[in-house]
């Protein structure tokens, strides 16, 4: 082989090797959490998604308004749930949060010495928190990325 047809073979080698090496990365650091907001889908029908995001410490999780499916038999009724969309809207829970090797540690807004541990990889845009395997209660979740809907436009009228 001539030097000539080696460098050819390694400047292709090598791109394709770092492409591999990084799309096979699995370690999600806090700037990947903090990319994005994040939406988690509610394993129930009919609960809510959260919403969650994340800063250098503090995780926020807020009910994805949208996802709320309703059924207002009057005009009252709608009103009502309007109502109780707006205050839900404004509730905002936020936790500390630290990330070692594959594992993130979520403290309990409610009890500063409790503690949730899950481990966690990547799946294409999803990030995967997976409980421990001692733990029945916790569930799995699929961090996907929130993508905002657009506001329409209401053109109600008082008559």
Partial sequence: MTMKKKFGFLSVLIPLFLVFLVGCSNKITQ?????????????????????????????SMTIDIDSFVTTP??????????????L???MEIKTEYSIENNEITIQNPDDSDEVVTYEFSREDDNILFMPPKDDEELEQMTLIPYVEKTEETSSSSVE
């Fill in 88 to 90: 839900i809207e404004q």
């Fill in 31 to 59: 700037d990947d959490l903090k990319e994005n907001k994040w939406v988690v889908e509610s394993p129930e029908e009919d609960n809510p998604n959260m919403i969650l995001s994340f800063s250098d410490h503090v995780m």
């Fill in 73 to 86: 038999r009057d005009e009252w009724e709608a009103m009502g749930e309007e109502f109780a969309k707006t």
